[in-house]
T-cell receptor, first 114, second 112 residues
Framework: DAGVTQSPTHLIKTRGQHVTLRCSPI?????VSWYQQVLGQGPQFIFQYYEKEERGRGNFPDRFSARQFPNYSSELNVNALLLGDSALYLC?????????????FGNGTRLTVT | DAKTTQPTSMDCAEGRAANLPCNHS???????VYWYRQIHSQGPQYIIH???NNETNEMASLIITEDRKSSTLILPHATLRDTAVYYC?????????????FGKGTLLTVNP
């Protein structure tokens, strides 16, 4: 079975630009979450979506937004990129939104902002 | 979610069992203990989780103390490919916000 897939795998952008990252969850999973991992640190929670509704948001500015589509895939959008947005962006899916439903992560999109 | 404490690093000989401890003294009755690992440049990999009882799957075993204030992840026969950062995370049940709070984890190095 296919795991969580993310695209693109690598991306280079310039400060001030906009970026869209994409995620396809494991088949049957209805919840998608996004995490940011800066080099040397653990992943930090950005968003969770379940059944196309936002269920949670981490401590990130409004430049970050996301959405989930009817097929449960998801996009993460970041506007007005800053150098500090350079990170590994991870998508994770789970079949439900509760504590007994493990998150399964993709291998991320490596974003470099120059 | 309750905070967890893990050793910064551990070493293990290849073929031996790796026992990774985690303290979570403020855990609540409805909070699960989750273990993930992350190999360099890859996404975190789910290993195992449990609530009260010990759990075992094809990857590892999870031993939770009776008072639930600590747990141990056991990799029964460590291989070089098990070298990774291991994260112990406590996660609540239900609610509208389901997020994993990653700490610094334990860097496990498996030596030949």
């Amino acid at each position: 079975d296919a795991g969580v897939t993310q695209s693109p795998t690598h991306l280079i952008k310039t400060r001030g630009q906009h970026v869209t990252l994409r995620c396809s969850p494991i088949s049957g999973h209805k919840s998608v979450s996004w995490y940011q991992q800066v080099l040397g640190q653990g992943p930090q929670f950005i968003f969770q979506y379940y059944e196309k509704e936002e269920r949670g948001r981490g401590n990130f500015p409004d430049r970050f937004s996301a959405r989930q589509f009817p097929n449960y895939s998801s996009e993460l959008n970041v506007n007005a990129l800053l150098l500090g947005d350079s990170a590994l962006y991870l998508c994770a899916s789970s079949w439900a939104a509760g504590g007994d439903s493990p998150l399964h992560f993709g291998n991320g999109t490596r974003l470099t902002v120059t | 979610d309750a905070k967890t404490t893990q050793p910064t690093s551990m070493d293990c000989a290849e073929g031996r069992a790796a026992n990774l401890p985690c303290n979570h003294s403020t855990i609540s009755g409805n909070e699960y203990v989750y273990w993930y690992r992350q190999i360099h440049s890859q996404g975190p990999q789910y290993i195992i989780h449990g609530l009260k009882n010990n759990e075992t799957n094809e990857m590892a075993s999870l031993i939770i103390t009776e008072d639930r204030k600590s747990s141990t992840l056991i990799l029964p026969h460590a291989t070089l490919r098990d070298t990774a950062v291991y994260y112990c995370i406590v996660l609540g049940v239900g609610g509208s916000n389901y997020k994993l709070t990653f700490g610094k984890g334990t860097l496990l190095t498996v030596n030949p």
